[in-house]
């Protein structure tokens, strides 16, 4: 009989070319879509935070469980190559320089006392994914919950009883990732200008109310009728690194059908059309409204995996991590816990070549009383560190 193993991937608040980085840039966005139909389609996530665990945890996968981690989070046969892509991304995204931002991002290995992991998996999880190692007594699930909280809450993460005891119960080992993200907006909104106002559905329907912030700026701003959509980039801290990039549908036209769009116009066309637009019209001023918003999110991903082809590692008979542990193991659950909080002083976490830009004769605005989609990107590399969609208003 197979031990459980349980891979609990926990994200913190966001508040707010290497060849290797197009890997989890281009996995983030399908991820999101399979997410988001789980999630009645208002969502946050960190794409990236999931890419690192999912990564590290290939690492101690064989056969088909290797295969299918492979294919979906497109990761390259050598594992040498996949250290050294994760060493070099890691340091260009999660360590910035940019005043205003602040972006952390720590692995956690909890292991059962007794349970033997080989060492070869052990150095890969320390060494190179720069995992904390501590070992706990699982069959006091109340005390290892306990200390595994205080490790992490440690470690500076802003997220706090991240694990609970049943998770240790049926477990020998618990793999987990904490990431978060706070930007303050390199130009912020006026809270005396925030509103009350109405939000609608695609189809003009008000479903219900949000506080609506305001302001007019000198920002990236472009009419991509390529993906069916407005496209605005808000910036963070003071050296263009890091940004919120707001896609507002046109009226009319679902999150849906835009976000299956961005299956071939990819966020790197979106940037160069943003530039491109600077370049012919110059930087100049858009009307922004954007509701304050937080979004918590707390979804098993076993299903969306499936959905991306990942159904091996989930299964006692068919799971195969030989390089982990001489036990015969599977994964019972992974498990994503995350947050997003917007407001006016930052965010707290080749279609597209043939795109139509009309001429701007007033002042471009977008106007997000709608649903849209959002991501939180280190722009050199097209990382996204966090991503959503928001469709459910509420006032906050």
């Not at 205003?100 to 060494?127: E, H, M, W």
């Not at 500076?156 to 793999?175: C, H, Q, W």
């Not at 071939?264 to 600077?278: C, G, N, P, R, Y």
């Not at 019209?281 to 979004?295: Q, S, T, W």
Request: with cysteine; charged share 20%.
């Amino acid at each position: 009989m197979k031990c459980i193993i349980l891979f609990i991937l926990t994200i913190a608040s966001c508040y707010a070319e290497v060849e290797f980085s197009g890997r989890p840039r281009n996995f983030s966005i399908e991820l999101l879509h399979h997410t988001q139909l789980e999630t009645d389609g208002h969502v946050v996530i960190s794409p990236f935070g999931i890419w690192t665990l999912m990564t590290g945890v290939a690492l101690g996968a064989t056969g088909r469980s290797r295969s299918q981690l492979a294919r979906a989070f497109l990761l390259p046969k050598n594992q040498n190559t996949i250290l050294d892509g994760y060493k070099n991304l890691t340091k260009i995204v999660l360590e910035p320089k940019t005043q205003g931002v602040q972006l952390t991002s720590k692995n956690f290995v909890f292991t059962d006392k007794g349970f033997a992991i080989y060492p070869d998996f052990k150095r890969a999880l320390t060494s190179n994914f720069g995992a904390m190692l501590i070992e706990l007594d699982f069959t006091n699930p109340k005390s290892a919950a306990r200390i595994a909280n205080t490790a992490i809450e440690s470690s500076g993460a802003t997220v706090s009883n991240v694990l609970r005891s049943d998770d240790f119960e049926k477990s020998r080992m618990i793999v987990t990732n904490v990431i978060s993200f706070k930007g303050l907006w390199s130009s912020p909104f006026n809270e005396s200008d925030t509103t009350v106002e109405k939000f609608y559905d695609e189809n003009k329907k008000e479903i219900g109310q949000v506080k609506m912030m305001y302001q007019r700026a000198m920002l990236p701003y472009s009419n991509l009728q390529a993906i069916s959509a407005s496209v605005v980039e808000l910036p963070y801290g003071n050296d263009n690194k890091y940004s919120m990039l707001i896609i507002l549908p046109y009226p009319k036209i679902n999150v849906a059908e835009v976000y299956q769009k961005l299956s071939v116009v990819t966020l790197k066309d979106i940037f160069a059309k943003l530039e491109s637009d600077v370049k012919e019209f110059g930087i100049e001023d858009v009307d922004v409204k954007l509701p304050r918003f937080k979004i918590s999110t707390n979804v098993v991903l076993n299903k969306p995996l499936n959905s991306m082809g990942v159904t091996d590692i989930f299964n006692p008979k068919l799971a195969k991590f030989e390089k982990v542990s001489k036990n015969e193991l599977y994964i019972s659950a992974i498990v994503h816990k995350a947050d997003i909080e917007v407001t006016e002083s930052g965010t707290v976490a080749s279609a597209a070549t043939s795109a139509y830009f009309s001429d701007r004769i007033s002042t471009p605005t977008i106007e997000a009383n709608r649903p849209f989609i959002y991501f939180v990107i280190e722009k050199s590399t097209t990382t996204i560190i966090f991503s959503g969609i928001y469709s459910k208003p509420s006032i906050f």
